[in-house]
């Protein structure tokens, strides 16, 4: 559906967006994850030929943004949800906008419904909170239920309801074939709505693939009811072991069969033993720094 | 909610771009949506009139009416510099021109689109604004002035409105900033040319438009009068369509 080829993006001697790649497919949900400055922001903007890339392409069903014939009927985009006049009232920017991408004005109404803004359709935007903004943008973007959905941080200033209820639009949008890309810089939030992570880190994709792929560890936890004896055991056998402060071990590099087989060997009691999982914010920083 | 949006029907979406008509529709209902715009609609119409209105309850009579149509049709059309400054500069003020770029990424489009839009709205108020002037001075106790010459004051003062209007709507998309595009174009129009006019008139009579309406109003224009218009119509609008194609949209 959408395939990025080496998009680069420089001012001057700075590059702020180094050959980034990456293809999105309909029925996922990708989120695009990275730290202030690292250029998610800027790569969403050549996407959308808002931004001209300083070499490389994206496309969307093999054309380029700015060559489809009606853009947004194929691309629901919020890049900035400030970016609306404080003087309209919320129903009048949607109509605008219905206008544009060639949609009945009827159908504002009905996203205005979707995304409860419908009792603030007639107050100007200049009144809305963050959160309602983010609600009018999200409104803008499904306007002509658009196959793909490219959203910049949408879940800023929603209310914890919000963020649930746009989690599950996003996901319900990719269970109907949609595409879905989302940039978030709350790392829980897009642990429970994605399938797939892009992790950016100074300008360049330092991680790319499915959200299990990226958080499976490569190591063991274990805890026993004697754990120094078994840290001991484990260590004799070769196996590097760490405590931690919770009172269980990780043995780094080692199946959770391998560390069973010495365990059984030495006769402890195991209370867990599992696959070592890193959270997302480990592995997030883990990435980021290291680029 | 989301249920809801899972079982709404997708809406029925035109497969094709906006035609230019509905573009530079949407860009006259984008102008006339906010206070703003509104206003400056506004005193753009009823100026004009309520200054004649309130010179005529001098007493004093008119010996033509040709004068006073072709000055105040030249007031008419400053007031119309922010209607364009706000449809270019206004965009990118408000960074509303993300949204407008993402729906119409021909910028050329866009801003062809607003041109035209600005020039419509520019002629209409400027008609309207002539109308009622004419209507104030039929009912004004201003003698019996001469009415020779109205329909060309009237002409003039209308291309000046849409002129006028394009002019800052160039302007505005060369610059991207409201205050900027509205100082800078005062600025050059009620000060630098009337100094211009004192150092080297020869220099003001080609460069000043406002000179330009006014000669071209009252009958006395010239090719050099209109050229001086068109120029600032053409140079403005090319220069900022440029720049409007260039910028990055942060």
Known sequence: ?291 | MTNTLIDSPRPVVRSSGASASALVGLEIRKSLSTRSGKSVAVAAAVLAPVVVALISLGGEPLDAVRGPIGALGMVTALVLFPLGVLATAGEWSHRTVQTTFLLVPNRTRVMASKVVGVAVMGAVLAALASALTIAVLMVAPVGDPSWAGVPLAVGVSVLAGAAFAVIGAGTGAALANTPAALTGLYLVILGAMPALRIWKPPVADALDPSNAVLQLATGNGTTGNTLTLVGWVVVTTVVGTVVTRRRSVS
């Open chain 1, 1 to 291: 559906m959408i395939t990025v080829s080496g998009l680069t993006k420089k001012y001057g001697d700075r590059t702020v967006v180094d050959q980034v790649s990456f293809d999105l497919e309909p029925g996922t949900v990708t989120g695009f994850l990275g730290p202030n400055g690292a250029g998610k922001t800027t790569t969403m903007r050549m996407m959308t030929s808002l931004v001209a890339p300083t070499a490389g392409s994206a496309v969307i069903d093999g054309k380029l943004y700015a060559e489809l014939p009606n853009p947004g009927a194929v691309v629901g985009t919020l890049l900035d949800a400030s970016a609306v006049h404080p003087g309209r009232t919320g129903r009048t920017h949607l109509r605008l906008l219905a206008s544009a991408v060639g949609v009945p004005a009827s159908r504002v109404d009905e996203v205005l419904g979707m995304v409860g803004l419908a009792d603030a359709a007639n107050r100007r935007i200049g009144g809305y909170s963050l959160g309602m903004r983010q609600r009018l943008g999200i409104a803008g973007a499904l306007l002509a239920d658009p196959p793909v959905l490219v959203f910049d941080e949408p879940a800023n200033g929603l209310d914890p309801e919000g963020i649930r209820w746009m989690r599950d639009l996003l996901r319900a949008h990719a269970a109907r074939g949609g595409t879905v890309l989302l940039s978030s810089h709350l790392l829980g939030e897009v642990e429970h709505t994605v399938d797939r992570l892009l992790v950016i880190g100074s300008g360049r994709i330092v991680a790319d693939g499915p959200v299990a792929a990226l958080l499976g560890g490569d190591g063991t936890t274990v805890r026993a009811l004697d754990a120094p004896s078994l840290a001991a055991d484990l260590t004799a056998a070769g196996l590097p072991v760490e405590s931690t402060s919770d009172g269980s071990l990780v043995v780094a590099g080692a199946e959770p069969s391998q560390v069973f087989a010495v365990a059984a060997a030495g006769g402890h009691v195991l209370t867990e033993l599992r696959p070592t999982e890193r959270g997302l914010e480990d592995l997030f920083f883990q990435l980021t720094t290291a680029a």
